[in-house]
């Protein structure tokens, strides 16, 4: 015999105009035209085919928000998938899938999980991204990253940390001071021929530690070149070099097949 699933509930929407008032509970599967509450909490599944105004958002499941996602603080567990824009007015903590099609701001962010944003990320304070980031650029305070990342334009922030265990691009890094190692590979990854290549189009910043990464072009007061650090163009003063650190052009093509080292 087949399970029959009931439809969602369809429940009434806020008037539009309403001023932000109690706290809104919705268990398993929920459809809402729009959200506007004190608190909003969910278990379960929820579509919202508007927007969501709320002071704090307590998300665990699949959510669903056709509008803008606007919010004094967001905690997220599970998949969290919003077509428009989000504003986090304090911290925006997610555990699991973050899709979001517009633009993201948020005071603190810290994310951990698969995250893609469509459009500019803000963070005023500090973002903290465990696993994958993806974004066209970012404009912060301080960035941290522990897992991959790809932001092809460009990333503004006081310090950036990135330690990088998967594949990642970057674009132009404008910082104070700037750390980016990539992943350093062990036997079993070159028993596999696995590769991870983390890549920087160019930095400048007053600092700069780098390690298995190659980078275009670098503008630094003091730079360290760690193992496996390929910098093309350097303007700057290089304090510490790793004999395994290369400067200057180099060509690079693919071994013949079965042929590697």
């Not at 006081?158 to 265990?165: F, G, K, N």
């Not at 992943?183 to 890549?199: G, I, M, Q, T, V």
């Amino acid at each position: 015999m087949s399970a029959t699933v009931a439809p969602p509930r369809t429940v009434a929407p806020e008037p539009p105009s309403a001023p932000r008032t109690g706290r809104l509970v919705d268990r398993g599967t929920v459809r809402r035209e729009g959200v506007r509450a004190d608190a909003w909490s969910v278990r379960g599944v929820a579509k919202v085919t508007r927007d969501v105004d709320v002071g704090r958002a307590d998300l665990d499941g699949v959510v669903s928000v056709a509008g803008h996602l606007s919010a004094e603080a967001v905690r997220a567990r599970g998949t969290l998938e919003v077509y428009g824009a989000v504003d986090v007015r304090g911290t925006f903590e997610a555990r699991g899938n973050v899709r979001v099609g517009g633009v993201v701001h948020a005071v603190d962010l810290d994310l951990d999980g698969p995250n893609r944003f469509d459009g500019a990320l803000s963070v005023d304070r500090r973002a903290h991204v465990r696993g994958l980031l993806h974004a066209p650029s970012f404009d912060g305070g301080l960035l941290e990253i522990d897992g991959s990342a790809t932001v092809a334009g460009e990333l503004r922030a006081l310090h950036v940390r990135a330690d990088l265990s998967g594949t990642s691009e970057l674009g132009t890094v404008l910082a104070r001071s700037v750390r980016v190692h990539g992943h350093s590979p062990n036997l079993l990854d070159k028993a596999l021929f696995r590769e991870a290549r983390a890549s920087v189009t160019r930095i400048e910043a007053e600092s700069v530690d780098l390690a298995n990464v190659r980078v275009g072009f670098v503008r630094a007061t003091a730079l360290v070149l760690g193992p496996g650090a390929h910098v093309t163009t350097v303007e700057g003063t290089v304090v510490r070099r790793h004999p395994r650190s290369r400067v200057g052009p180099e060509s690079e093509s693919v071994p013949p097949f079965g042929l590697r080292r």
